[in-house]
């Protein structure tokens, strides 16, 4: 067989590269590098050129307690779809052929209709007179309609649903990779089906599950929709009252100096869970070792 | 191989070819970009303002629809493409908007000010319609057996009435029926007093089942007796009874406020649009509103032509307006921000 020679040589191979990165490099930098700069400048130059809009921040206690309320429905949003998307994500992989398209286009159903309207969906679902509680009371579960909406546990309900299929995807894109051999010798070398699993698929499947974690987590972040219509009056977060600052009281330096708050938090959070993700395939022998 | 790597590149500058713009040619009629809250409102505006307007001047009327996003408005305005030609705004816009300098001058030859009521004009805009947050119920719930609250001193009283209720997630309103509630008059609400509304609002806290945010859903939280009792706006509860609905109201401590027409600057049919502001302020035109939502009009020669049978049901009746109070909107434009933060630390304890 005539071997391939080298088509290019080094050179162009980098310029290539670069020509290819380039154009979606710009389109980063000008529609969002840009504006979060236009961002910051905004927070420190409106409406003159103090540190009021941040002074403000942290004088006044009720943001940080905003912020704290943000920053604890989101984890406990993502501790539910790891929860919910793990198991579903699994039996996804376990299964073929035409149950596995459904169960693939079930995950993605959620994306078909706006947010908005699968948020309304949920009112009617959630509400004193709504499906659950009317199906409850038929089956004698319990004997008085429950509270499912307008407070935390509706939101929970409503932003996991929507978030779901952001677990999903990237834990079975891990889990698909996995060679099932692997569970089944460690089962054939003694350990049973827990003890198999949690010492091969499981280590194995933490890329995926940190990456699904990451989305679901700075996803939920800045959600705005899902806890103003589902929550109660103790479920603000902070996407509302930048919201609020932006359209009603148009005092857009405040605004700005929330928003850059909101990020600079993200941001921490971001490089948190890369370096947790690092620290993790470190220990961790990686699926190409395996190979 | 060479073929490959320039077939690559071409495919690299394909996000630039995005950027580029196609121009096309403009309309030769006269258009008028006009926007308002949607809904059973705009339905309303549009078989009273638009189709008449627009075949009385012969103009192209687009509607568009927003939920009152300011910051859009303002960003429309600042970024120097404006899209928006007239636009139904919400009084404090009109202040705040003035402010900050995002309207053009209403041009007064045009629009009949003298028969305007004197709250109805303003540099910058001028009043569309006058509405009203009152106290709602379900219908069926109450019966001349079983009498409605009357009155926010009603509204606060949960042992008289233990029914689930419902306000508005906004401290607009809310502080008003605070007050009357715990027995300030009328005439002497403003300027607020902080301290107290906050107090009593504290008595009825825990009672509110749910605060609403979208201007339907009082009628479908009383529709489906998530709540009993509710404030809202007395166009959507009187349109949403006639629908069939089990809601009703009441107007006793009823908060007159209303609606303004602007036209944002730099607006690209800004002689259009005082056409517009001239025929919907005009007598003829505002007496036709009324008959498909009871929302009341600034014109002193439309008040006269409604007939009693509407009239009774609009905030501007005499008889209803004696129960009610009249917003202060300057109040409300300088003290917003503190108050939103204060209302803010009060939801969360």
């Known amino acids: 067989m005539k071997s391939a020679r080298p088509s290019r040589s080094l050179k162009s191979d980098g310029l290539t590269t670069w020509l290819l990165i380039v154009p979606s490099l710009l389109f980063v930098i000008l529609v969002f590098i840009l504006p979060t700069l236009i961002l910051f400048r905004r927070s420190v130059v409106d409406p003159s050129f103090t540190l009021e809009n941040y002074a403000r921040i942290l004088h006044e206690p009720v943001y940080l307690q905003v912020i704290w309320i943000t920053f604890k429905i989101a984890t406990i949003v993502t501790v539910l779809t790891i929860v919910l998307g793990y198991p579903f994500a699994y039996a996804i992989n376990r299964t073929r052929g035409s149950l596995k398209l459904i169960l693939l286009g079930l995950t993605l159903l959620p994306f078909w209709t706006s947010l908005l309207v699968r948020t309304f969906a949920f009112i009617l679902l959630l509400q004193q007179q709504g499906l659950i509680n009317k199906m409850l009371l038929t089956l004698h579960i319990i004997s008085a309609p429950i509270a499912l909406v307008y407070n935390l546990p509706g939101v929970l309900v409503g932003m996991t649903y929507m978030l779901l299929p952001y677990m999903v995807l990237p834990l079975y894109g891990t889990l698909h990779r996995i060679d099932p051999k692997l569970e089944w010798s460690a089962s054939s070398l003694g350990a049973g089906r827990l003890r198999a699993f949690c010492s091969t698929t499981l280590p194995l499947s933490a890329p995926g599950l940190v990456a699904g974690s990451a989305i679901v987590f700075l ?28 359209n009603q009281l148009l005092n857009w330096g405040f605004a700005a100096a929330l928003s850059v708050v909101l990020i600079l938090i993200t941001a921490l959070f971001a490089v948190l869970i890369v370096c947790g993700g690092w620290i993790i395939s470190r220990r961790k022998p990686s699926l190409a070792e395996l190979r | 191989m060479k073929n490959r790597s320039r077939v690559l590149v071409l495919f690299a500058l394909i996000p630039l070819l995005l950027f580029t713009r196609c121009s ?7 258009e008028l970009v006009v926007v308002s809250y949607g809904g059973s409102y705009q339905d309303a505006q549009r078989k009273a303002y638009f189709e008449a307007f627009a075949k009385k001047y012969n103009v192209n009327v687009r509607e568009e629809t927003w939920g009152g996003d300011f910051g859009k408005l303002k960003a429309m305005v600042e970024s120097g493409n404006v899209t928006w030609d007239v636009v139904d705004v919400e009084a404090y816009m009109v202040l705040r908007g003035a402010q900050q300098n995002l309207y053009e001058k209403i041009d007064y030859t045009k629009v009949p000010k003298d028969e305007l009521l004197p709250e109805a004009i303003n540099d910058y805009g001028v009043v569309a319609v006058f509405w009203s947050t009152v106290q709602a119920f379900n219908s069926q719930h109450f019966s001349p057996d079983k009498p409605h609250p009357v009155g926010w001193a009603d509204f606060w009283n949960t042992q008289k009435f233990p029914e689930p209720r419902a306000l508005r997630k906004d401290p607009v309103g ?17 300027p607020l007093d902080l301290d107290r509304a906050f107090a009593s609002l504290d008595k009825i806290k825990s009672h509110v ?16 007796s998530e709540v009993l009792i509710s404030s809202g706006w007395n166009g959507r509860i009187y349109s949403g009874a006639k629908e069939g609905k089990p ?75 004696a129960k009610q109070v009249i917003i202060n909107n300057e109040w409300w434009e300088k003290n917003q921000a503190a108050v939103l933060d204060r209302w803010n630390k009060w939801l969360l304890k």
């Open chain 2, 24 to 30: 096309g040619s403009g309309p030769k009629q006269r």
């Open chain 1, 219 to 246: 996803l939920s972040l800045g959600f705005f929709v899902t806890p103003a219509l589902l929550g109660g009056p103790r479920e603000q977060t902070i996407s509302m009252i930048i919201e609020a600052q932006v």
């Open chain 2, 209 to 224: 089942k749910v605060w609403w945010t979208a201007g339907e859903q009082p009628v479908q939280l009383l529709s489906t």
């Open chain 2, 247 to 321: 809601v009703a109201l009441d107007w006793e401590g009823g908060l007159v406020s209303s609606d303004w027409w602007v036209i944002p600057r730099g607006s690209k049919n800004k002689d259009v649009a005082q056409d517009f502001l001239a025929f919907a302020s005009s007598a003829e035109a505002q007496s036709e509103l009324p008959k498909y939502i009871a929302y009341g009009p600034p014109n002193k020669n439309a008040i006269a032509r409604i007939p009693p049978e509407i009239a009774k049901d609009l905030p501007t009746a005499p008889q209803n307006l």
């Open chain 2, 174 to 190: 809310n502080l008003e029926f605070a007050l009357l509630a715990d027995g300030v008059p009328k005439d002497r609400l403003y």
